[in-house]
């Protein structure tokens, strides 16, 4: 499951990408501002994954939500739970791992992807535009990013990602497709606050 985040929420130099496109800026500010004004957002995810030889490695599911820079992540019964300064990674079994926010600055976290809050760690492209979609290429500024090079498909109309396709260094492919999204789920303050009563007493945390 960690490593499902290090893609969706965790570089080789791309030529034509050297600096930051103001057309896919402004849509990508767009999409930022309207994560910024909501009180809540609730996502619905289909998530595949593909090797670097192209080998189908199945799909999954996922259901997240998000209150600023607040988040759960369930997919089954592992759950990945943010309360803004720490993240708790539950495998599903017998462990629970606590880690800072600041270490998942060399990932793309579920919020980080979503947010359309690109400027600090990303240099991006405007590849096409069709209808009311446009895609957007995004290559990370730090070499040491556990990705290459991230393609979103946004819809223009709705200000929201629709798809993103992530290059891992391995060559990896994971495609993340947004099935639904709303901006105005409402989500309590507690839901991202860790209770360790919610998980079988015999599961570990290590931090």
């Known amino acids: 499951m960690r490593y499902i985040l290090l893609l969706l929420i965790g570089f080789v130099t791309i030529q034509g990408i050297a600096q930051k496109d103001a057309q896919a800026k402004a849509l990508l500010d767009q999409l930022g501002l309207k994560v910024k004004q909501s009180k809540g957002i609730l996502v619905n995810i289909e998530l595949s994954t593909k090797n670097n030889k192209g080998k ?3 799909i999954k599911s996922i259901l997240l939500k998000m209150k600023g820079d607040r988040y759960l992540l369930n997919e089954g019964k592992m759950v990945i739970l943010c309360d803004g300064q720490s993240i708790y990674n539950y ?3 017998n462990s629970i791992s606590k880690s800072p926010m600041s270490e998942s600055d060399q990932t793309l976290s579920p919020q980080k992807l979503l947010s359309g809050n690109y400027d600090k ?3 991006f492209s405007l590849l096409s535009q069709s209808g009311s ?6 290559s990370p500024i730090d070499k040491r990013k556990n990705f ?3 393609t979103l498909i946004i819809d223009k109309l709705k200000s929201a990602l629709s798809k993103a ?3 891992d260094k391995s060559n990896n492919i994971t495609d993340v497709k947004v099935l639904s999204i709303s901006y105005t789920a409402q989500l309590a303050d507690n839901l991202f606050i860790f209770n360790r009563a919610k998980y079988p007493k015999n599961v570990e945390i290590f931090d």
């Open 121 to 123: 760690d990303f240099n």
């Open 165 to 167: 396709t992530i290059l």
């Open 91 to 93: 495998d599903g079994s």
């Open 133 to 138: 979609m446009a895609t957007i290429e995004l």
């Open 148 to 150: 290459q090079k991230v």
């Open 56 to 58: 189908a490695m199945g």
